[in-house]
């Protein structure tokens, strides 16, 4: 049992479709993520969650994420879906994004 489960499978899904993943169903995005070393300090106040920004401040049609990692060192990121020719206005850098997280 669990109460949270983290989907990092990626779009191809093979971890949980077990070879019957049908990519016609698969929705495009692009996004980055990086790791990077903190202070102690920034580091504690995400050591014991994962962090996920939702709405269109941390990303429009998508969202952001914190999550803590070995070392003083967070990797985070954000991600941007294409369903069904959708438009959102947006900042067209991602780095925008980030700088909010």
């Given at each position: 049992t669990a109460q949270v489960i983290v989907d990092a499978t990626g779009s191809e899904r093979k971890v949980?479709?077990?070879h019957h993943y049908d990519k016609k169903k698969a929705m495009?995005?692009?996004g980055i993520e990086f790791l990077i070393k903190v202070h102690p300090d920034d580091y504690n106040l995400y050591s014991t969650t994962l962090s996920a920004f939702l709405g269109p401040?941390?990303?429009?049609?998508g969202y952001g994420w914190i999550f803590p990692m070995d070392n003083y060192q967070l990797k985070f990121g954000v991600i941007?879906?294409?369903n069904h020719d959708q438009f959102v206005p947006h900042e067209q850098s991602y780095l925008?994004?980030?700088e909010q997280l």
């Open positions: 949980l479709a077990n495009p995005a692009t401040r941390w990303m429009p049609q941007r879906y294409y925008h994004y980030l």
